[in-house]
């Protein structure tokens, strides 16, 4: 957890007279789904800041979110995009053959792929799919280096182990050095 979530998390009691567990038996009780509905019964209902009652919403529907880097990995590749974790496993160990510096960082639906900067982004984009965002800013798109907007210049699409070659490797490598 960083450091300003830590804080606001330990401020709390004295700023809104309730502790993050008290406020989650609050949300629970009402029995609200959407992340505005939360916000506004707090700010409304209770008085809390915008700012601490968006950071109470965050926390209470991240609650059992899975934390772990392994656990947010395995929660992408389970049920019907199982058949793309060796899809991804492929394009990980590829990667970080590039160097040392590789830093794999998983999120909830996405994967991140940094050096000093993110040079790729892997996700599962359906069942059958895997996605590949690639930052080569300057290369021209081709029929499977599609042009992108976004966090990514260029995304690609990998749908069968064969897939993850040399041309892929290429492009993701140029991203890294471009990192």
Not at 136 to 142: K, L, Q
Not at 150 to 155: A, E, L, P, R, V
Request: some cysteine; hydrophobic content about 40%; overall charge neutral.
């Amino acid at each position: 957890m960083d450091a300003a979530t830590q804080s606001m998390i330990d401020n709390l009691p004295k700023n809104t007279g309730k502790s993050l567990e008290e406020w989650y038996a609050v949300l629970s009780h009402a029995g609200l789904e959407k992340h505005a509905e939360m916000v506004a019964y707090l700010k409304g209902g209770h008085g809390v800041s915008h700012g601490y009652a968006n950071g109470i919403v965050l926390q209470y529907r991240s609650r059992d979110a899975a934390t772990s880097d392994d656990d947010l990995v395995d929660a992408q590749y389970a049920g019907p995009r199982a058949g793309l974790r060796p899809l991804y496993e492929a394009v990980i160990s590829a990667v970080r053959q590039f160097g040392d510096d590789v830093d794999v960082r998983p999120k909830r639906a996405s994967v991140s792929l940094r050096r000093s900067k993110q040079f790729a982004l892997v996700e599962p984009a359906s069942a059958k799919r895997l996605q590949l965002g690639i930052n080569v800013r300057g290369t021209a798109p081709t029929e499977r280096l599609k042009a992108a907007t976004g966090m990514c210049t260029h995304n690609v699409s990998v749908t069968s182990i064969d897939e993850v070659d040399e041309e892929l490797l290429r492009w993701l490598r140029k991203a890294y050095e471009l990192a």
